[in-house]
């Protein structure tokens, strides 16, 4: 408890004034009571001793001496046992007051050091408080997007269409990830051997994204098959930085997109903020590629199990299913608009005969250089399928009789001019053997021909059944009226 100063200012100026007194009456000889001697003598001591509670260490010494030295005199002058029984008890209540005041110093020391002790202790335990939040706001925000990332899994895993899975990944990293201007999806273009921009998001709307093949990042990532992290592009040796006022770049995390064994793309997010991102983005955004290139490695092969359904593995036409599919909506929309829709049925002539002659490997040669041709004859918009063994459809929307016997016309002059002598070299040598012993020229055992039923909607029938019934029909009176024909009327 603090003494208050008027206290300890009362009591020095006190002591003061009784040691001058006592010192007067002193001097004053026997004329001075030795009661009133006495009194002062016994007030002086207390006073003295008191002044060590009070003041200071030095200040207390002083008043002690002071007073030892008035008393001392006073009992030397008047030698009264009285004075000298006073000056013995102050000199042993102050010999107490030194150890009691000596023991209250160290024990305030010890004090003093438990309390810095605590105090350290304290500051030491805020810290690691401090630092215990820290970690637990780290964990929370971790969790969180780990929960995130889980949901966008439960996503991917339901998506087929590779453009929609790009478009997520790409505003699925740039809010889980944060602090970025912009992200950026690039994916490589197989014809050309060069990244193309496919999906990005953006901060700002506005800014325009210039490197549509990407940068010395993008290519730096595809070169090396490793994620980067660059917090300060211009300090970092391997890039050389051109500054772009519309869109500067200061900070780069990205990673490479790998489908089996290969990089296909590169995706990267930026910032023109330094040091905008930590190796915890970087593992994160590694994992969510992951996520992402599983996601697009099955949308490719649903799309290619999806084409496999549609279409022959042979020749690559469509399928019949599907053939009649499209030929039931083309009458559908041909009826509405009353326009004309026609449908060829092409056979192959003595194609038995052909697999025969010269085995079922020359034959699946023919059949795939035939549906290259109806490919190259067929004009914009048509539709070829193999429908069957070697019999081949095509629709051809918005045409009439004259036209669609234009185009069958076509497709048999042009097999008619085609020679498969040598489609296949390793067949070459039965060729030549079963040439020699059939006693034919070269040139004909290795030419085909083909015959065509043609159809047309609405005048030869109504609907897609009936169509298909009617140019069968007009195919076989081609192969009956001597084959290598067109057949367009009953």
Known sequence: MTTPLGARWL???????????????VAAGASTPPSLLRALALVLASLATYSWVLHTIGLSLFFSI?????????????????????????????AAAAVTRRRRSRRLLRLQESLEDLTEEQRVKEQLIGSAHQTHGALQRKLSRYVQLQAIAETLSNMTD???????????????????????????????????????KKRDASVNIHA??????????????????????????????????????????????????????VLRLDSAQPGAYTQDDLRFL??????????????????????????????????RRPFMEALGRELVRAGRSREPASVLIIDVDHFKRYNDTFGHTAGD??????????????????????????????????????QATEVAEAIRALVERRRFRDADPRANGARRDKEQRAGAPPADAA????????????EDAQSELELIRVADERLYRAKHDGRNLVCAAR
């Open 11 to 25: 009591v020095g100026l006190s002591m003061v004034a009784v040691a001058a007194l006592t010192a007067t009456f």
């Open 66 to 94: 002071v007073a030892l030295l008035t008393l001392l005199w006073a009992w030397a002058a008047r030698h009264d046992p009285v004075l000298g029984s006073i000056v013995l008890g102050f000199a042993a209540s102050l």
């Open 162 to 200: 590779v453009a929609s899975i790009a478009q997520l990944a790409v505003d699925s990293a740039f809010n889980l990830i944060g602090k970025s201007d912009a992200c950026l999806l690039f994916l490589v273009d197989a014809e050309r051997q060069e990244l193309s921009l496919f999906a990005s």
């Open 212 to 265: 549509k093949h990407g940068d010395q990042f993008d290519r730096y990532i595809l070169r090396t098959h490793r994620p980067l992290l660059v917090n300060d592009v211009r300090r970092d040796f391997r890039f050389t930085v051109n500054v772009s006022q519309d869109r500067p770049i200061s900070a780069v995390i990205a990673c490479p997109l790998i489908l089996g064994e290969s990089p296909e793309g």
């Open 286 to 319: 590694d994992i969510f590629l992951d996520l992402v290139a599983t996601a697009l490695t099955n949308a490719r092969l649903f799309g290619q199990i999806q084409q496999l359904a549609v279409t022959d593995g042979l020749t690559g036409l469509a399928l």
């Open 365 to 402: 040669v023919v059949l795939k250089g035939i549906a290259e041709m109806l490919r190259e004859a067929a004009p914009p918009g048509a539709l070829a399928a193999r429908h069957g063994g070697e019999e081949f459809a095509v629709l051809l929307p918005r045409m009439s009789r004259g």
């Open 447 to 458: 030419r085909v021909t083909v015959s065509a039923g043609v159809a047309t909607f609405p």
